[in-house]
C-alpha cells in the first residue's frame, strides 16, 4: 500500500533505473528542465513532472483484496504522472553539442523501452543482491509502475516549453507512468447490523403487485349539462378529468396532477374522475400559491398506497394533458368610451407575470405587456386600432383639389384630447396632397413628448381632395394649429379654417391580404342617420382594397349623398353625409357574406394564451359594437 511519499516514490525510480541502466554515464536530475543543477555541470540527462492526472479507469475502485465486502467508502486515489524527459550535452555551444545530448537521449529511451514494467525484484548492477530499483515507497503496490512512451506533436511540445518563463526549447520526449496509488490511513465505516425487532415482531408488508394503468384521458367541461366527455386533453381549472385504464382501485389511492397529488375515490376499477383544483384540495387543503397549477403541459398518474406506508405506493404511467386559461364568456365587458377601447375578460389563469401571454381577437394580437392591470383572474385587453370601429373620431381638412406651396421646412401645432399642443416638424416640404399626407403622419407620430394617441395617427388622402386625420385609439378630437415658427403650414392646409374636427367616422377591419369575397354581385344593407335600410350593390366583386373603396364610395354617395369612402393603410373608413349612426348588415337570401368579409361588421372569437397554452371556450366579440 502507498501513501502520500508515492509520486515522489516514482520519480527516485525512474532516476535510479537510467542511472543503473544508461551505457553513457551521465547523471539524472529531477529539476524543471532549463535549470542549471548545481554540482551537475554538461552532460546530463533531466527528469521534469509536468502533469499529474486521475485513472478514470481505476477511480473509485477498491484494491482487491483490500477491503471488507461490507465496507464502503475511500477506495484509493489512482494516478497517471506525465514526465518530460530531456537531455543535455557538455556544452551548448560546442560543434557536437546537440550529438551529445542525442545520444544520451537515446540510451535513456532503449532503457526506458527494455524496462517499461519495473517489479520488486529489479535489482541496481542486475545483481540479485544488490538494492532494489524500486523505491521502498512503491514496495506493496498492488499495480505495477508502468512507463509508456506519449507521441506529442510538435505543437504540444511547443506549448509546454513556452508555458515555461524564458526556457529555451531543448529536444525532449514525454512518457506516461501508471497507475501510482495513493491510499489514507483514513477508518472505513462498516454497516451497522441489523437490531432486534420490536416485541410483536418485524413490520413485513406484503400486498399483491397490481400496478395501475392510464390507457385513456378525457375533459368534461365544468357546467356543461350534457357531461360530454370530450376525446382532446385540454382542460381548464375547474374540468373533470377522466382517467380510463386499469387496476385503478386499492385501499388509498391518489391521483398527481402536476406537483400536486389528491386523494380519490375511485368509481371503477377502470375509470377515476378527478377535478382539477384552483387554491383548495378536495380535503381542504390550501395549495400554496407557487404549487398552483398553471398553464402549459401537465401530468397526470394514478398512485395506490400500501396501508400502514402512508409515504409510498404503486405508481402508475404518466398521461399529459395541456392545462389552458378559463374565460367566463359571460363576464366579456366592452368599454367604448375609453382610449383606446379595451375589452375586459373575466376567468382564471389568464395571467402569469413570468410566463408568456397574449390574446387574440380575431386575428389581431395584443401581447401581455399591454394588459391594463392585469390579474389571474381578470384581465383588460386594448382593442387594436385594426378592429372595426365607429364612431371613430377624426379631422378632416378642407378642400385641397388645388395643392398649396409650403413653406421649406413646415411645422403645426397638434393637440390630441388633453395631449399637447405639440410640434409636428414635416421631414420635407411635400409637392402633393399624398406626399402631404404622408409626411404629415410621420410629423405627428415623432412629435416630442406625444403619447400613444401620438403614436399609432394616420393621415389619409381623401380621393385626391382632402386629409383626413385619425388618432391612435381612435377616441380623441384632433386639433391643429399654427406654430410659433411657421404661421402658415396649417392654414395652407386648411387644417384650421375650413376643417372638420369631430366628424365621426366607421373603420373597417383590416383587409391585409384583401379577402376574396363569395359572392359574384357584393352587396350589403346600410343604414345611415334616420333614413330607411338601403340595399347597396356593387357592380363586380373587387379585388382589392382601392376597388373595393372606390366601387363603396360610387354606390353609397348616389343614395346617401356626401358620404365618403377611403382608405385609411390597410381599412375602410366611411365618412357619413348625415349625423347619426351608420349600420352595415347583411342581406338575408341575397348576400351573407360581403359585410364580413370586408369586416365591416363581424364577430371575432377571443382567445387568451399563457405559456403557449391557448383558451378553448367559444368566446366571441362582435365589432362595431
Known amino acids: 500500500m502507498s501513501d502520500y511519499r508515492a509520486i515522489a516514490g516514482v520519480s527516485s525510480t525512474l532516476k535510479r533505473l537510467l542511472e543503473d541502466r544508461m551505457a553513457e554515464n551521465v547523471p539524472a536530475t529531477i529539476a524543471p ?13 533531466n527528469l521534469y513532472l509536468y502533469q499529474v492526472t486521475e485513472n478514470g479507469a481505476l477511480k473509485n475502485q477498491e484494491i482487491p483484496g483490500h477491503g471488507h465486502p461490507g465496507a464502503y467508502g475511500h477506495p484509493p486515489l489512482s494516478l497517471d504522472l506525465h514526465y518530460l524527459i530531456t537531455a543535455h550535452g557538455e556544452s551548448q555551444d560546442s560543434p557536437d553539442a546537440d550529438l551529445q545530448a542525442q545520444q544520451i537521449l537515446g540510451d535513456a529511451m532503449g532503457v526506458l523501452h527494455e524496462f517499461a514494467t519495473i517489479t520488486p525484484q529489479l535489482r541496481a548492477d542486475n545483481d540479485p543482491g544488490g538494492p532494489r530499483i524500486l523505491d521502498p515507497s512503491l514496495v506493496g503496490q498492488f499495480e505495477q509502475m508502468k512507463i509508456v512512451l506519449q507521441p506529442l506533436t510538435l505543437d504540444d511540445l511547443s506549448k509546454l516549453w513556452t508555458a515555461l518563463s524564458q526556457a529555451n526549447f531543448r529536444r525532449s520526449v514525454a512518457y506516461q507512468v501508471s497507475v501510482v496509488q495513493i491510499e489514507r490511513r483514513r477508518l472505513r465505516r462498516f454497516p451497522r447490523p441489523v437490531g432486534e425487532p420490536p416485541s410483536a415482531g418485524a413490520r413485513v408488508y406484503a400486498v399483491p403487485f397490481r400496478r395501475p394503468q392510464i390507457h385513456e384521458i378525457r375533459v368534461i367541461r365544468q357546467n356543461d349539462p350534457l357531461l360530454k366527455e370530450k376525446a382532446y386533453a385540454c382542460a381548464r381549472i375547474g374540468d373533470v378529468l377522466i382517467l380510463k385504464g386499469s387496476n385503478l382501485t386499492g385501499q388509498t389511492v391518489r391521483v398527481a396532477l402536476g406537483g400536486l397529488e389528491t386523494p380519490i375515490k375511485p368509481k371503477a376499477d377502470d375509470r377515476i374522475e378527478v377535478t382539477i383544483p384552483d387554491e383548495i384540495l378536495p380535503d381542504g387543503t390550501i395549495i400554496p400559491g407557487k404549487r398552483r397549477l398553471q398553464p402549459g403541459p401537465q401530468s397526470a398518474g394514478v398512485i395506490q398506497g400500501v396501508a400502514g406506508l402512508p409515504r409510498t405506493g404503486v405508481h402508475s404511467n404518466q398521461v399529459v394533458f395541456m392545462l389552458v386559461p378559463y374565460l367566463e364568456t359571460s363576464g366579456l365587458t366592452l368599454q367604448l368610451t375609453t382610449v383606446p377601447r379595451t375589452l375586459k375578460i373575466p376567468g382564471k389563469r389568464l395571467f402569469n407575470k413570468t410566463f408568456t401571454g397574449e390574446t387574440l381577437i380575431g386575428d389581431a394580437l395584443v401581447p401581455k405587456d399591454d394588459y391594463r392591470n392585469p390579474k389571474p383572474t ?137 379577402p376574396m369575397l363569395t359572392a359574384s354581385q357584393p352587396a350589403l344593407q346600410v343604414t345611415i342617420g334616420s333614413a330607411s335600410p338601403q340595399t347597396i350593390t356593387l357592380p363586380t366583386r373587387p379585388t382589392t382594397l382601392a376597388e373595393a373603396s372606390s366601387m363603396l364610395n360610387k354606390a353609397l354617395g348616389a343614395i346617401f349623398p356626401g358620404t365618403r369612402v377611403t382608405t385609411l393603410e390597410n381599412q375602410l373608413l366611411i365618412l357619413p353625409g348625415v349625423p347619426g349612426g351608420i349600420v352595415f348588415e347583411n342581406i338575408a337570401g341575397l348576400d351573407d357574406t360581403t359585410v364580413v368579409q370586408l369586416q365591416l361588421r363581424a364577430r371575432y372569437p377571443v382567445r387568451v394564451r399563457v405559456a403557449g397554452a391557448e383558451s378553448v371556450d367559444e368566446a366571441e366579440l362582435e365589432l362595431p359594437s
Do not use: H
Open 33 to 45: 528542465p532549463d535549470v542549471d543543477v548545481p554540482g551537475v555541470p554538461g552532460r546530463r540527462l
Open 378 to 514: 381578470e384581465i383588460t385587453v386594448p382593442l387594436p386600432d385594426t378592429l372595426p370601429a365607429w364612431p371613430v373620431r377624426c379631422l378632416v381638412s378642407g378642400d385641397l383639389s388645388s395643392f398649396p406651396s409650403l413653406p421649406a421646412a413646415p411645422e403645426v401645432q397638434v393637440t390630441i384630447g388633453s395631449d399637447g399642443p405639440r410640434t409636428a416638424a414635416f421631414d420635407a416640404q411635400p409637392q402633393t396632397l399624398a406626399e402631404a399626407g404622408r409626411l404629415l403622419q410621420s410629423a405627428i407620430r415623432s412629435a416630442p413628448g406625444g403619447g400613444p394617441p401620438f403614436g399609432g395617427t394616420r393621415v389619409a388622402d381623401m380621393n385626391g381632395s382632402r386629409l383626413v386625420i385619425v388618432p391612435g385609439g381612435l377616441g380623441d378630437v384632433v386639433t391643429i394649429a399654427p406654430s410659433g415658427t411657421d404661421a402658415t403650414t396649417a392654414g395652407s392646409l386648411k387644417l384650421t379654417a375650413g376643417a372638420s374636427a369631430s366628424i365621426q367616422a366607421y373603420l373597417s377591419g383590416l383587409l391585409k391580404p384583401f
